[in-house]
């Protein structure tokens, strides 16, 4: 019987052919490393972006400052004032010649990592918007208000510390430690600004209980704002009774992880965010009569037993995309 013999071709062909697996396999791994080039090419566009306009920004700011140099420390009403000329990069701009010292901010969005800042009080680039910008405490190595309208703040012990990230400081609370502001008003927690809006935005971590009612960021009487209760940081503000529709993290507020708390209000709505997330709401249907003391860190036998970096208030609600982006960028 007569044996056939085996074409070397097509026994080559056979073994080195790919099955419709190592297709498909090929397949992924090239989608997986167009996506990491896609992202790593994104990254490097929008840091290189972020370089240029950061750039802009200080020569911008430079010719403001040499502008109030020239007219008694007063800044120019537009930017146009001083020939700076809307191009590639639109600025926001914002100027107040009222108060003492006068102030200004400059502000640009820079692509999908969005807005950041240069102010009269400070001088490193910010994340975040100034639009609206009432109350900021940065917390690095001092417990100053750098927002423009530099509210008396005294520190009842609180002490610094290392912030969120390597870039910022922070200030640590536990008993008698706490900040207080005085005349703190702009509409915020106040019975006769009920429909008025506005944004309380804090970093926090703390490794130990603190007392109930212990206020982060708000004011004392059924302690509206952010603070903790039952071991969770929670935001509320009093209506007809203490802590109605509050909303809280789950999960304890002792695990020292650092959070970024964002609390904002509209007409009686309250709505909360952790870490750029939205977590819930609640609603009130009247303000109760606090006064115009801001408390941060606590309030007497009811301290916040933590860290606090990057305080914040606006007197406007902060959009989704701005909380997100403030959490994602760290703290100043």
């Not at 910022?168 to 019975?191: E, I, Q």
Request: contains cysteine.
């Amino acid at each position: 019987m007569a044996c056939g013999k085996i074409n070397p071709m097509k026994q080559w062909a056979k073994q080195t052919g790919f099955t419709i697996v190592e297709l498909l396999i090929v397949i992924v791994v090239i989608a997986i490393l167009a996506a990491i080039t896609i992202v790593a090419y994104t990254g490097i566009r929008d840091q290189t972006e972020l370089s240029a306009l950061q750039s802009t920004l200080s020569q911008v700011s430079k010719k403001v400052e040499a502008f109030a140099v020239q007219n008694a420390e007063q800044y120019p009403d537009t930017l146009s004032a001083i020939g700076v000329t809307p191009g590639d990069a639109t600025l926001d701009y914002h100027v107040d010649n009222s108060v003492s010292p006068a102030y200004y901010c400059i502000g640009v969005t820079v692509g999908s990592q969005g807005e950041y800042f240069l102010s009269s009080t400070n001088d490193s680039f910010a994340p975040g918007s100034c639009d609206g910008l009432v109350g900021w405490w940065p917390l690095n190595s001092n417990t100053s208000d750098h927002a423009r309208y530099v509210h008396t703040t005294s520190n009842g012990g609180a002490t610094a510390t290392s912030g969120q990230n390597d870039a910022s400081g922070a200030f640590t609370f536990g008993a008698g430690n706490f900040l207080v502001v005085t005349n703190f008003d702009h509409d915020v927690m106040r019975a006769s600004s009920f429909n008025s809006s506005w944004t309380l935005s804090t970093w926090a971590s703390s490794s130990s209980n603190s007392l109930n009612e212990a206020i982060m960021v708000g004011r004392p009487g059924c302690h509206g704002g952010i603070y903790t209760f039952s071991n969770t940081y929670r935001f509320d503000v009093k209506a007809s009774g203490c802590w109605v529709g509050a909303v809280s993290l789950i999960g304890p507020a002792t695990d020292a992880q650092w959070r970024l708390l964002t609390a904002t209000y509209s007409n009686g709505l309250m709505r909360y965010y952790v870490d750029g997330n939205f977590v819930g709401q609640g609603t009130i249907a009247s303000m109760n009569p606090y006064g115009t003391t801001l408390y941060i860190g606590g309030v007497t036998a009811r301290e916040y037993n933590g860290k606090l970096d990057d305080v914040r208030v606006y007197s406007r609600v902060l959009s989704d995309a701005e909380i997100a982006h403030l959490y994602k960028a760290g703290a100043y």
